[in-house]
């Protein structure tokens, strides 16, 4: 006891120190991150990290503590521990305010963020490089198992990542080398026929030279019938080499396969899906959803001298998919049958090739400290898109009694957009230590994507250039070394719809505008056991575009888009066996300048909730070591409910779903954790239309054995 006594101690001695102090350089802050890698092998690393340093937030490697803004730093720990398999389930889990509207259209992986909705506004970044987005899927990275940690920047960062951003960005960060030997696999089994297989393994290769590898693979049968089975596969591997004590050079590759489930939502009988239909899956015999991802980067780093660093990241990122469903079901009350709608095939081909290059200079003005970063982005994008557009076909079934039937390809498969990309940015960030309590945080980025869109099947094409700037002003106070008061104003920019595939008609508008206004505290207490973050926020967004619920392919102008919320998070150690983490974002996002003409006229949205996002998101995780060797855990993530249409008259519930975890160490390097998921079996929608609802899964249990070597 006096030792884990002092152990903690020492922690929370650095920690404090950590947060009051600057970071000065990015190796400062790979060698913290090393450390706590090092220490938190074998415990989960809990918290809000707010000594973490990031490059999510700033291009500076600031900790949450000097940024001002919000931003969540997820450990890859923490992640796994909670038996959070997907990005998708360890964002919503665990971050603040974010929310799920994940679909097999998407990629099953998209996000609600401070009011505002999808790829285009929630940027999805791997190692801090984004994969522009077609159609507004994104289909990597979906795994957790080479997660070195999860950051969550939440409002406008645009001004770090251009276009895109103004709900925030979701960065997942892989495991990189490690020049000491480490290594540890899991296997699982769960319900409805699940198995998991992981590895991770690392080190040196002679003096200069480490190695990463990691490889994760999960498949099941799945709870909807017939055809919910999924299978998918995750490689990650890297190498650095140390040139020269002032140079490393890191080479990786990571590819993603996945095949999820086909199912596409439960028709709804009197605004609910019975229970009788609840795990029936309407899709046709055969149906088929693929993914194939490949991202390779190459990225060196050069110190000439201690103030000055130079980075230069070249990558590649290919994606292949491919869908092949029928997309609707409406119940039909004069027959008692299910209507399919939407027979749709469609595969994407997309390659993005570009390079970054940025210098980060540390010194003082005037006889201030401060640190400036400047650089460039550039990217080459091709993107074609084949499909059986306008996805005509239906058919008509007994909702208990069915025959799948098979796929209906009325028009034939044909390319239908051609799409080429070529975008360019400059950037610069700026931290000014006017005084050792009081810091300065400016950005400003200029971002020139062109694009080509040609749509053959229309007989249509266009080239366009959309350019913008996006800038942030932001400013810390530290009137003690554990508290932190912050405000920033940004402005940011999002395309219309999706960059790399605007239509002929959206290329007549501007990217869409926003800015935002927020200010927050952040602080330690009682003698740094616990953590806490408060921040207040408004956001303004004019001439969007969104999405018309039912029909995802067509997008209608909205004139202005605002929200304002407060968010809340903490994580305190009650006691040597007790810790708790809480978070929770109350919103008020309201449709400002919205009209749309129907058969009825010129119908009016201002006020009116936008779609698919809710006005609140609670995620609570309680922990208890009720005996040497075991751990309990217990997690709540609370939903409000939200609306499926504009004029908000149709309603999908708010849910509330209860995880937990028992977890033995069987051995120093041996656990086993059973995991229980929706314990109380809960019927909720992730998201929805206004004749079906896409279920989220039952009640399921997961049995998992982890090693470490």
Do not use: C
Request: aromatic residues 10%; hydrophobic residues 40%.
């Amino acid at each position: 006891m006096p030792a884990q006594r002092a152990r903690r101690s020492t922690a929370l001695a650095t920690t404090i120190l950590l947060a009051a102090a600057p970071a000065s350089s990015e190796e400062i802050g790979l060698e913290r991150i090393d450390v706590a890698g090092a220490r938190t092998r074998e415990e989960a690393a809990p918290g809000l990290n707010l000594a973490t340093p990031s490059r999510s937030g700033s291009r500076l490697g600031l900790t949450p503590f000097e940024t001002p803004g919000s931003l969540d730093v997820i450990s890859g720990e923490t992640i796994r521990a909670r038996g959070q398999n997907t990005v998708e389930e360890a964002v919503t889990q665990n971050a603040v305010g974010i929310s799920s509207v994940a679909g097999p259209g998407n990629g099953n992986l998209s996000f609600a963020s401070r009011g505002f909705v999808g790829p285009g506004s929630v940027q999805q970044l791997y190692d801090g490089t984004r994969l522009y987005v077609g159609v507004g899927t994104v289909t990597f990275p979906f795994d957790t198992w080479s997660a070195e940690r999860i950051e969550v920047l939440r409002g406008p960062a645009s001004v770090l990542y251009g276009e895109g951003a103004i709900g925030g960005i979701i960065n997942v960060v892989p495991k990189k080398p490690v020049f000491s030997p480490i290594g540890e696999a899991r296997a699982a089994i769960g319900s409805d026929g699940l198995a998991r297989l992981a590895l991770d393994t690392g080190g040196p290769v002679g003096e200069n030279l480490a190695y990463r590898f990691n490889l994760s693979g999960n498949r099941a049968d799945g709870w909807v019938k017939p055809d919910g089975d999924f299978r998918n596969l995750a490689l990650s591997a890297a190498v650095t080499w140390r040139a020269a004590p002032d140079l490393s050079v890191t080479l990786s590759h990571d590819l993603g396969y996945n095949e999820p489930t086909r199912y596409w939502g439960s028709p709804l009988i009197g605004g609910r899906v019975p229970d009788r239909l609840r795990f029936t899956n309407y899709n046709i015999q055969d149906s088929q959803i693929a993914w194939f991802d490949n991202w390779t980067q190459l990225r060196a780093e050069w110190n000439p001298t201690p103030d000055i660093t130079i980075r230069n990241t070249a990558y590649r990122l290919s994606t292949e998919r491919h869908w092949r469903d029928v997309e609707q079901y409406a119940y039909q009350p004069a027959t008692g049958l299910i209507r399919r709608s939407d027979y749709i095939e469609i595969l994407h081909h997309e390659e993005q090739i570009g390079n970054r290059l940025d210098a980060t200079v540390r010194g003082s003005l005037f006889g201030f400290k401060t640190a400036t970063v400047v650089g460039f982005d550039v990217n080459h994008i091709d993107f074609s898109r084949d499909s059986n557009a306008p996805f005509d076909g239906e058919s008509v079934v007994d909702p208990y009694n069915f025959a799948q039937g098979r796929f209906i390809n009325v028009a034939g498969t044909r390319t239908d957009i051609v799409s080429r990309t070529r975008q360019a940015s400059v950037f610069a960030e700026n931290r000014l230590e006017l005084t050792p309590q009081f810091a300065l945080v400016t950005g400003v980025r200029y971002d020139v994507p062109r694009v080509a869109v040609n749509r053959p099947l229309a007989g249509a094409a266009f080239e366009k250039t959309f350019d913008s700037v996006s800038t942030r002003v932001g400013a810390v106070y530290n009137p003690t070394p554990d508290l932190a008061l912050y405000a920033q104003y940004a402005t940011a920019a999002d395309p219309l719809s999706n960059l790399i595939t605007t239509s002929v008609a959206q290329a007549q508008f501007q990217l869409a505008t926003g800015e935002q206004v927020e200010a927050g505290a952040k602080g330690l207490f009682d003698g740094g056991r616990g953590e806490w973050t408060f921040a207040a926020y408004h956001i303004r967004k004019d001439n969007l575009l969104s999405p018309v619920p039912d029909r995802p392919t067509q997008v209608a102008p909205v004139g202005s888009q605002s929200s304002r919320g407060v968010e809340v998070a903490f994580a305190y150690q009650l006691s040597d066996a007790w810790r708790i983490e809480a978070n929770t974002a109350l919103l008020r996002a309201r449709y400002d300048a919205f009209a749309q003409n129907t058969d009825a006229g010129l119908v009016s949205f201002a006020g009116k909730v936008p779609v698919d996002v809710p006005q609140r998101v609670t995620n609570v995780w309680l922990s208890y070591a009720f005996a040497s060797g075991w751990m309990a855990r217990l997690g709540i993530n609370d939903v409000g409910p939200v609306f499926s249409d504009f004029a908000n008259t149709v309603k999908r519930p708010g849910y509330t779903l209860l995880n937990a975890s028992l977890d033995w160490q069987v051995t120093p390097t041996s656990r086993l954790s059973l995991r229980g998921y929706n314990l109380t079996d809960q019927i909720y929608a992730v998201r929805g239309n206004v004749n079906s609802w896409l279920l989220g899964r039952p009640r399921s249990v997961e049995l998992a054995y982890h090693v470490t070597f």
